[in-house]
């Protein structure tokens, strides 16, 4: 039963710099960051294969933002640059637990969810 928690959002200004943590209580596989604002469905943001060694972002953030991990501590990181109001959003950390060493991009693949981190960005 691997659960993961995520933290580290907050209130920022426009251009400010954010970094949200994924800390899973085992081994996990394919991760990912997602994120939701109300009334709006859950959209990719990014995402990395097992061994770190491929990435993959939504057109939105690419530029922006960089997801990186750390399997000897179960994490994963997004680190979050030159923000923007449309950036706004509660931030979900996902993973698998099937083995692999490939990049998942949709919410589908997944198979555990962190709780969620809210992120905002004032104009």
């Known amino acids: 039963q691997v659960q993961l928690v995520s933290s580290g959002g907050g209130l920022v200004q426009a251009g400010g710099s954010l970094r949200v943590s994924c800390t899973a209580s085992?081994?996990?596989?394919?991760m990912g960051w997602f994120r939701q604002a109300p009334g709006k469905e859950r959209e990719f943001v990014a995402a990395?294969?097992?061994?770190?060694?491929?990435?993959t972002y939504s057109d939105s953030v690419k530029g922006r933002f960089t997801i990186s991990r750390d399997n000897a501590k179960h994490a994963m990181y997004l680190q979050m640059n030159s923000l923007k109001p449309e950036d706004t959003a509660a931030y979900y950390c996902?993973?698998?637990?099937?083995?692999?060493?490939?990049?998942?991009?949709?919410?589908?693949?997944?198979?555990?969810w962190g709780q969620g981190t809210q992120v905002t960005v004032s104009s």
């Open positions: 996902a993973a698998t637990v099937w083995v692999s060493n490939v990049v998942a991009v949709t919410g589908a693949e997944y198979d555990i």
């Open positions: 085992g081994r996990t596989y394919a």
């Open positions: 990395i294969n097992w061994s770190g060694t491929s990435t």
